[in-house]
Protein backbone atom coordinates (compact mmCIF):
# COMPACT_ATOMS: atom_id res chain seq x y z
CA UNK A 1 0.00 0.00 0.00
CA UNK A 2 2.79 2.42 1.01
CA UNK A 3 4.46 1.19 -2.51
CA UNK A 4 0.90 2.32 -4.52
CA UNK A 5 1.16 5.35 -2.46
CA UNK A 6 4.61 6.82 -3.07
CA UNK A 7 4.12 5.78 -7.01
CA UNK A 8 1.31 7.66 -7.16
CA UNK A 9 3.03 10.72 -5.09
CA UNK A 10 6.05 11.01 -8.05
CA UNK A 11 3.37 10.93 -10.84
CA UNK A 12 1.74 13.86 -9.40
CA UNK A 13 5.10 15.13 -8.96
CA UNK A 14 6.14 14.74 -12.53
CA UNK A 15 2.62 16.05 -14.08
CA UNK A 16 3.23 19.68 -12.02
CA UNK A 17 7.05 19.49 -13.12
CA UNK A 18 5.58 19.17 -17.12
CA UNK A 19 2.74 21.52 -15.93
CA UNK A 20 5.21 24.23 -15.13
CA UNK A 21 7.80 23.81 -17.73
CA UNK A 22 5.34 24.39 -20.17
CA UNK A 23 3.70 27.36 -18.40
CA UNK A 24 7.78 28.83 -18.31
CA UNK A 25 8.25 28.46 -21.78
CA UNK A 26 6.87 30.95 -24.37
CA UNK A 27 3.00 30.63 -25.35
CA UNK A 28 3.79 31.22 -29.19
CA UNK A 29 3.56 27.78 -31.67
CA UNK A 30 6.21 27.42 -34.40
CA UNK A 31 4.81 24.89 -36.67
CA UNK A 32 6.97 22.82 -38.80
CA UNK A 33 5.88 20.44 -41.68
CA UNK A 34 7.74 17.02 -41.97
CA UNK A 35 9.14 18.23 -45.89
CA UNK A 36 10.28 21.54 -43.91
CA UNK A 37 11.99 19.86 -40.35
CA UNK A 38 13.89 17.46 -43.12
CA UNK A 39 15.37 19.76 -45.26
CA UNK A 40 16.50 21.54 -42.22
CA UNK A 41 18.96 18.91 -41.39
CA UNK A 42 21.86 19.85 -43.78
CA UNK A 43 21.90 23.03 -41.97
CA UNK A 44 22.17 21.42 -38.85
CA UNK A 45 25.90 22.26 -37.18
CA UNK A 46 27.09 18.38 -37.36
CA UNK A 47 25.77 17.62 -41.22
CA UNK A 48 27.14 21.15 -42.26
CA UNK A 49 30.27 21.08 -40.47
CA UNK A 50 30.90 17.61 -42.41
CA UNK A 51 29.98 18.96 -45.65
CA UNK A 52 32.25 21.93 -44.92
CA UNK A 53 35.36 19.94 -43.72
CA UNK A 54 34.99 18.21 -47.29
CA UNK A 55 34.31 21.53 -49.31
CA UNK A 56 37.51 23.20 -47.24
CA UNK A 57 40.26 19.75 -48.13
CA UNK A 58 39.42 20.44 -51.64
CA UNK A 59 39.79 24.14 -51.64
CA UNK A 60 43.02 23.42 -50.08
CA UNK A 61 43.78 20.36 -52.63
CA UNK A 62 43.64 22.91 -55.40
CA UNK A 63 46.44 24.88 -53.85
CA UNK A 64 48.74 21.89 -54.00
CA UNK A 65 52.13 22.50 -56.03
CA UNK A 66 53.09 19.83 -58.34
CA UNK A 67 56.62 19.66 -55.67
CA UNK A 68 57.05 18.24 -52.67
CA UNK A 69 59.92 19.74 -51.50
CA UNK A 70 61.02 23.50 -50.93
CA UNK A 71 64.26 24.92 -53.03
CA UNK A 72 67.32 26.01 -51.01
CA UNK A 73 69.06 29.16 -51.17
CA UNK A 74 72.69 29.41 -49.71
CA UNK A 75 74.61 32.36 -48.99
CA UNK A 76 78.20 32.23 -48.27
CA UNK A 77 80.29 35.47 -47.45
CA UNK A 78 83.82 35.07 -46.53
CA UNK A 79 86.96 36.89 -46.17
CA UNK A 80 90.91 35.63 -46.85
CA UNK A 81 93.78 37.17 -45.97
CA UNK A 82 97.10 36.18 -47.60
CA UNK A 83 100.55 38.34 -46.86
CA UNK A 84 100.12 40.05 -50.28
CA UNK A 85 96.97 40.72 -50.44
CA UNK A 86 93.39 40.26 -49.01
CA UNK A 87 89.49 40.53 -49.67
CA UNK A 88 85.97 38.93 -49.44
CA UNK A 89 85.21 35.98 -50.88
CA UNK A 90 81.18 35.28 -51.69
CA UNK A 91 79.40 32.17 -52.78
CA UNK A 92 75.67 31.40 -54.02
CA UNK A 93 73.49 28.78 -54.55
CA UNK A 94 70.80 27.51 -55.10
CA UNK A 95 69.01 23.72 -55.23
CA UNK A 96 66.17 21.43 -55.83
CA UNK A 97 65.52 18.32 -54.57
CA UNK A 98 63.57 15.64 -56.35
CA UNK A 99 61.81 12.68 -55.05
CA UNK A 100 62.80 9.35 -57.03
CA UNK A 101 60.26 7.03 -55.60
CA UNK A 102 57.18 8.61 -56.17
CA UNK A 103 56.72 10.73 -53.31
CA UNK A 104 54.09 13.17 -55.95
CA UNK A 105 52.04 10.93 -57.23
CA UNK A 106 51.62 9.21 -53.80
CA UNK A 107 50.52 12.12 -51.88
CA UNK A 108 48.14 12.91 -55.04
CA UNK A 109 46.32 10.32 -54.06
CA UNK A 110 46.12 10.35 -50.45
CA UNK A 111 44.58 13.44 -51.01
CA UNK A 112 41.85 12.03 -53.62
CA UNK A 113 41.29 9.33 -50.77
CA UNK A 114 40.70 12.17 -48.24
CA UNK A 115 38.64 14.18 -50.15
CA UNK A 116 36.49 10.84 -50.87
CA UNK A 117 36.59 9.85 -47.28
CA UNK A 118 35.54 13.24 -46.26
CA UNK A 119 32.75 13.05 -48.93
CA UNK A 120 31.24 10.03 -47.09
CA UNK A 121 31.61 11.22 -44.31
CA UNK A 122 29.20 14.09 -44.24
CA UNK A 123 26.65 11.73 -46.62
CA UNK A 124 26.66 9.63 -43.55
CA UNK A 125 26.29 12.47 -41.27
CA UNK A 126 23.14 14.06 -43.20
CA UNK A 127 21.84 10.52 -43.30
CA UNK A 128 21.95 10.34 -39.45
CA UNK A 129 20.03 13.24 -39.25
CA UNK A 130 17.46 12.96 -41.10
CA UNK A 131 16.65 9.91 -39.72
CA UNK A 132 16.72 11.36 -36.14
CA UNK A 133 14.85 14.56 -37.35
CA UNK A 134 12.11 12.24 -39.05
CA UNK A 135 11.60 9.91 -36.47
CA UNK A 136 11.91 12.97 -33.75
CA UNK A 137 8.78 14.71 -35.66
CA UNK A 138 6.75 11.51 -36.20
CA UNK A 139 7.18 11.39 -32.35
CA UNK A 140 6.40 14.61 -31.59
CA UNK A 141 3.40 14.28 -33.87
CA UNK A 142 2.26 11.08 -31.95
CA UNK A 143 2.45 13.02 -28.86
CA UNK A 144 0.42 16.19 -29.97
CA UNK A 145 -2.32 13.21 -30.93
CA UNK A 146 -1.98 12.07 -27.32
CA UNK A 147 -2.16 15.28 -25.71
CA UNK A 148 -5.51 16.32 -27.41
CA UNK A 149 -6.83 13.15 -27.30
CA UNK A 150 -6.28 13.51 -23.53
CA UNK A 151 -8.01 16.82 -23.17
CA UNK A 152 -10.88 15.73 -24.57
CA UNK A 153 -10.83 12.64 -21.81
CA UNK A 154 -10.23 15.40 -19.31
CA UNK A 155 -14.13 16.92 -20.77
CA UNK A 156 -15.48 13.73 -20.92
CA UNK A 157 -14.93 12.77 -17.10
CA UNK A 158 -15.50 16.48 -16.14
CA UNK A 159 -19.14 15.81 -17.99
CA UNK A 160 -19.90 12.23 -16.46
CA UNK A 161 -19.11 13.52 -12.73
CA UNK A 162 -21.25 15.89 -13.42
CA UNK A 163 -24.25 13.96 -14.52
CA UNK A 164 -23.18 11.40 -11.46
CA UNK A 165 -23.40 14.05 -9.24
CA UNK A 166 -26.45 15.80 -10.90
CA UNK A 167 -28.27 12.01 -10.78
CA UNK A 168 -26.94 11.85 -7.08
CA UNK A 169 -28.86 14.83 -5.78
CA UNK A 170 -32.19 13.38 -7.36
CA UNK A 171 -31.19 10.34 -5.15
CA UNK A 172 -30.42 8.24 -8.36
CA UNK A 173 -26.54 7.76 -6.92
CA UNK A 174 -24.90 7.16 -4.38
CA UNK A 175 -22.11 9.03 -3.06
CA UNK A 176 -19.47 5.87 -3.76
CA UNK A 177 -20.38 6.51 -7.57
CA UNK A 178 -19.92 10.18 -7.24
CA UNK A 179 -16.49 9.50 -5.48
CA UNK A 180 -15.54 7.03 -8.33
CA UNK A 181 -16.56 9.49 -10.99
CA UNK A 182 -14.30 12.04 -9.24
CA UNK A 183 -11.17 9.72 -9.47
CA UNK A 184 -12.19 9.10 -13.32
CA UNK A 185 -11.70 12.75 -13.73
CA UNK A 186 -8.25 12.98 -11.29
CA UNK A 187 -7.27 10.55 -13.23
CA UNK A 188 -8.21 11.83 -16.15
CA UNK A 189 -6.37 14.93 -15.63
CA UNK A 190 -3.23 13.20 -14.46
CA UNK A 191 -3.07 11.45 -17.96
CA UNK A 192 -3.31 15.03 -19.68
CA UNK A 193 -0.68 16.41 -17.55
CA UNK A 194 1.20 13.41 -18.28
CA UNK A 195 0.64 13.62 -21.78
CA UNK A 196 2.02 17.31 -21.74
CA UNK A 197 5.04 16.38 -19.89
CA UNK A 198 6.00 13.89 -23.03
CA UNK A 199 4.76 16.65 -25.10
CA UNK A 200 7.67 19.12 -23.70
CA UNK A 201 9.75 16.69 -24.38
CA UNK A 202 9.06 15.44 -27.92
CA UNK A 203 9.38 19.30 -28.62
CA UNK A 204 12.98 19.31 -26.82
CA UNK A 205 14.08 16.90 -28.61
CA UNK A 206 13.32 17.99 -32.13
CA UNK A 207 14.34 21.64 -31.24
CA UNK A 208 17.78 19.91 -30.30
CA UNK A 209 18.11 17.97 -33.36
CA UNK A 210 17.41 20.76 -35.55
CA UNK A 211 20.03 23.02 -33.33
CA UNK A 212 16.76 25.18 -32.60
CA UNK A 213 16.10 27.62 -29.28
CA UNK A 214 14.77 24.67 -26.91
CA UNK A 215 12.21 27.31 -25.21
CA UNK A 216 10.33 27.65 -28.71
CA UNK A 217 7.58 25.23 -29.08
CA UNK A 218 7.97 23.36 -32.18
CA UNK A 219 4.77 21.86 -33.40
CA UNK A 220 4.83 19.06 -36.00
CA UNK A 221 2.34 20.96 -38.75
CA UNK A 222 0.36 19.29 -41.67
CA UNK A 223 -0.14 15.14 -42.43
CA UNK A 224 1.63 12.38 -42.15
CA UNK A 225 4.00 12.05 -45.02
CA UNK A 226 3.28 9.79 -47.65
CA UNK A 227 6.22 7.23 -48.80
CA UNK A 228 6.49 5.05 -51.55
CA UNK A 229 8.18 1.66 -51.42
CA UNK A 230 9.57 -0.78 -53.40
CA UNK A 231 7.49 -3.90 -54.10
CA UNK A 232 8.28 -6.94 -51.79
CA UNK A 233 9.89 -8.64 -54.69
CA UNK A 234 12.16 -6.08 -55.01
CA UNK A 235 13.57 -5.73 -51.73
CA UNK A 236 16.15 -8.53 -51.45
CA UNK A 237 18.41 -6.59 -53.76
CA UNK A 238 18.72 -3.57 -51.39
CA UNK A 239 19.28 -5.49 -48.63
CA UNK A 240 22.36 -7.13 -50.55
CA UNK A 241 23.49 -3.47 -51.08
CA UNK A 242 23.33 -2.33 -47.68
CA UNK A 243 26.96 -2.36 -47.12
CA UNK A 244 27.48 0.42 -49.75
CA UNK A 245 25.42 2.33 -47.13
CA UNK A 246 27.32 6.00 -46.47
CA UNK A 247 28.66 4.79 -42.99
CA UNK A 248 30.26 2.00 -44.08
CA UNK A 249 31.49 3.40 -47.26
CA UNK A 250 32.92 6.14 -44.75
CA UNK A 251 35.49 3.96 -42.78
CA UNK A 252 35.46 1.64 -46.17
CA UNK A 253 37.37 4.85 -47.81
CA UNK A 254 38.75 5.74 -44.30
CA UNK A 255 41.14 2.62 -44.41
CA UNK A 256 41.59 3.50 -48.18
CA UNK A 257 42.94 6.88 -46.44
CA UNK A 258 44.97 4.98 -43.99
CA UNK A 259 46.72 3.08 -46.85
CA UNK A 260 47.03 6.13 -49.41
CA UNK A 261 48.81 7.79 -46.30
CA UNK A 262 51.30 4.80 -45.40
CA UNK A 263 52.29 4.19 -49.40
CA UNK A 264 53.89 8.23 -49.15
CA UNK A 265 55.17 8.09 -45.73
CA UNK A 266 56.91 4.97 -47.61
CA UNK A 267 57.65 7.39 -50.62
CA UNK A 268 58.60 10.46 -48.35
CA UNK A 269 61.49 8.31 -46.88
CA UNK A 270 62.62 6.56 -50.64
CA UNK A 271 65.53 7.72 -52.47
CA UNK A 272 65.69 11.60 -53.41
CA UNK A 273 68.27 13.65 -55.38
CA UNK A 274 69.27 16.85 -54.66
CA UNK A 275 70.51 19.06 -58.21
CA UNK A 276 72.27 22.71 -56.77
CA UNK A 277 74.13 25.35 -58.96
CA UNK A 278 76.21 27.86 -57.00
CA UNK A 279 77.89 30.43 -58.26
CA UNK A 280 81.26 32.03 -56.28
CA UNK A 281 83.49 35.08 -57.17
CA UNK A 282 86.86 34.95 -54.83
CA UNK A 283 88.60 38.09 -53.30
CA UNK A 284 90.88 38.48 -56.04
CA UNK A 285 87.93 39.05 -58.48
CA UNK A 286 88.00 35.58 -60.34
CA UNK A 287 84.27 34.15 -60.70
CA UNK A 288 83.27 30.36 -61.12
CA UNK A 289 79.94 28.57 -60.84
CA UNK A 290 79.57 24.73 -59.75
CA UNK A 291 76.78 21.94 -60.12
CA UNK A 292 75.97 19.64 -57.32
CA UNK A 293 74.40 16.37 -57.53
CA UNK A 294 73.19 15.10 -54.08
CA UNK A 295 72.26 11.53 -53.35
CA UNK A 296 70.22 10.38 -50.89
CA UNK A 297 69.30 6.35 -50.69
CA UNK A 298 66.94 4.51 -48.95
CA UNK A 299 69.14 2.22 -46.48
CA UNK A 300 68.15 2.15 -43.57
CA UNK A 301 65.60 4.42 -42.69
CA UNK A 302 62.21 3.58 -45.00
CA UNK A 303 58.73 5.15 -42.61
CA UNK A 304 58.26 1.44 -41.28
CA UNK A 305 57.56 2.96 -37.86
CA UNK A 306 54.54 5.41 -39.43
CA UNK A 307 53.59 3.00 -41.93
CA UNK A 308 52.80 0.29 -39.46
CA UNK A 309 50.52 2.69 -37.44
CA UNK A 310 48.54 4.11 -40.41
CA UNK A 311 48.34 0.07 -42.17
CA UNK A 312 47.23 -1.25 -38.34
CA UNK A 313 44.62 1.37 -38.32
CA UNK A 314 43.71 0.64 -42.11
CA UNK A 315 42.90 -2.97 -41.17
CA UNK A 316 41.47 -2.01 -37.99
CA UNK A 317 38.82 0.25 -40.14
CA UNK A 318 38.56 -1.99 -42.70
CA UNK A 319 37.14 -4.85 -40.23
CA UNK A 320 34.42 -2.04 -38.79
CA UNK A 321 33.56 -1.57 -42.43
CA UNK A 322 32.28 -5.17 -42.15
CA UNK A 323 31.08 -4.83 -39.37
CA UNK A 324 28.94 -1.94 -40.08
CA UNK A 325 28.15 -3.51 -43.00
CA UNK A 326 26.57 -6.35 -41.85
CA UNK A 327 24.71 -4.18 -39.26
CA UNK A 328 23.35 -1.82 -42.12
CA UNK A 329 21.46 -4.79 -43.85
CA UNK A 330 20.29 -5.99 -40.91
CA UNK A 331 18.86 -2.73 -40.11
CA UNK A 332 17.15 -2.40 -43.58
CA UNK A 333 15.83 -5.53 -43.42
CA UNK A 334 14.28 -5.09 -40.45
CA UNK A 335 12.72 -1.87 -41.39
CA UNK A 336 11.27 -4.17 -44.29
CA UNK A 337 10.01 -6.12 -41.79
CA UNK A 338 8.58 -3.74 -39.37
CA UNK A 339 7.02 -1.73 -42.12
CA UNK A 340 4.76 -5.03 -42.99
CA UNK A 341 4.48 -5.37 -39.07
CA UNK A 342 3.39 -1.97 -38.10
CA UNK A 343 0.93 -2.27 -41.17
CA UNK A 344 -1.05 -5.48 -39.24
CA UNK A 345 -1.04 -3.14 -36.04
CA UNK A 346 -2.59 -0.87 -37.77
CA UNK A 347 -5.45 -2.31 -39.32
CA UNK A 348 -6.30 -4.24 -35.80
CA UNK A 349 -6.26 -0.92 -34.19
CA UNK A 350 -8.32 0.69 -37.13
CA UNK A 351 -10.40 -1.51 -38.05
CA UNK A 352 -10.91 -4.11 -34.78
CA UNK A 353 -10.13 -2.52 -31.27
CA UNK A 354 -11.10 0.84 -31.69
CA UNK A 355 -14.79 0.39 -33.43
CA UNK A 356 -15.04 -2.12 -30.76
CA UNK A 357 -13.84 0.19 -28.18
CA UNK A 358 -16.20 2.80 -29.42
CA UNK A 359 -19.37 0.39 -29.36
CA UNK A 360 -18.30 -1.10 -25.75
CA UNK A 361 -18.17 2.42 -24.05
CA UNK A 362 -21.36 3.61 -26.11
CA UNK A 363 -23.54 0.49 -24.68
CA UNK A 364 -21.95 0.89 -21.62
CA UNK A 365 -23.32 4.81 -21.22
CA UNK A 366 -26.91 3.83 -22.46
CA UNK A 367 -26.81 1.02 -19.97
CA UNK A 368 -25.62 3.16 -17.10
CA UNK A 369 -28.40 6.26 -18.06
CA UNK A 370 -31.00 2.85 -17.95
CA UNK A 371 -29.31 1.95 -14.32
CA UNK A 372 -28.19 -1.46 -15.75
CA UNK A 373 -24.39 -0.66 -15.32
CA UNK A 374 -22.20 0.89 -12.43
CA UNK A 375 -19.55 3.99 -12.85
CA UNK A 376 -16.60 1.94 -12.11
CA UNK A 377 -17.98 -0.09 -15.78
CA UNK A 378 -18.54 3.08 -17.29
CA UNK A 379 -15.07 4.14 -16.41
CA UNK A 380 -13.24 1.42 -17.79
CA UNK A 381 -14.81 1.11 -21.04
CA UNK A 382 -14.05 5.09 -21.24
CA UNK A 383 -10.16 4.29 -20.56
CA UNK A 384 -10.16 1.62 -23.06
CA UNK A 385 -11.42 3.83 -25.59
CA UNK A 386 -9.53 6.30 -24.70
CA UNK A 387 -6.34 4.28 -24.53
CA UNK A 388 -7.21 2.67 -28.05
CA UNK A 389 -7.11 6.55 -29.73
CA UNK A 390 -4.21 7.03 -28.28
CA UNK A 391 -2.72 3.98 -29.13
CA UNK A 392 -3.92 4.25 -32.90
CA UNK A 393 -1.89 7.80 -33.17
CA UNK A 394 1.03 5.87 -31.88
CA UNK A 395 0.60 3.60 -34.64
CA UNK A 396 0.12 5.60 -37.46
CA UNK A 397 3.30 7.49 -36.62
CA UNK A 398 4.77 3.90 -36.08
CA UNK A 399 4.05 2.62 -39.78
CA UNK A 400 5.22 5.77 -41.17
CA UNK A 401 8.45 6.13 -39.48
CA UNK A 402 8.78 2.26 -40.65
CA UNK A 403 8.11 3.66 -44.26
CA UNK A 404 10.42 6.63 -43.96
CA UNK A 405 13.25 4.76 -42.64
CA UNK A 406 13.77 2.47 -45.50
CA UNK A 407 12.73 5.34 -48.37
CA UNK A 408 16.07 7.48 -46.71
CA UNK A 409 17.73 4.00 -46.81
CA UNK A 410 17.21 3.20 -49.90
CA UNK A 411 17.70 6.74 -51.46
CA UNK A 412 20.49 7.01 -49.45
CA UNK A 413 22.02 3.73 -51.27
CA UNK A 414 20.68 4.92 -55.24
CA UNK A 415 21.98 8.59 -54.12
CA UNK A 416 18.59 10.20 -55.26
CA UNK A 417 18.41 13.51 -52.58
CA UNK A 418 15.89 13.63 -49.92
CA UNK A 419 14.13 16.85 -50.19
Known amino acids: MRGMRALSTVRVMVAVLAALVLAASPSEVTPLTFAEALSLAERTPGPEGAARAAE ?18 TVEPGYRRRPDEQGADLRVGVS ?17 AEEAAL ?13 AIAEAWLRLWAAEQAATQSLHEVELADSFRQAVEGASQLGASTKLEVAEASAYLAEAKLAGLD ?18 DPTRQLQAHGP ?31 ARVERARAAEVHASRGTWLQVGLAGLREYDGATGGALTLTLTPSLFERGERDRGTLLATAEKLEGEARDVGHRAAAELALSFHEVQHSREVLDTLRGQLLPAAEEAARLREL ?49 VPTP
Open 56 to 73: VRRAESALLSPFVFNPQI
Open 119 to 131: DAEARAALLSRRL
Open 195 to 212: AEGLLAERRVELAKLLGR
Open 367 to 415: LFQSGDSTVPEVVLARRALASARIRLGHARAQETWARVKARLLIDALSG
Open 224 to 254: LPEVELPPDAAREPWVARASQLPEAMARVLG
Open 96 to 112: QAFGLSGQASARDTAVR
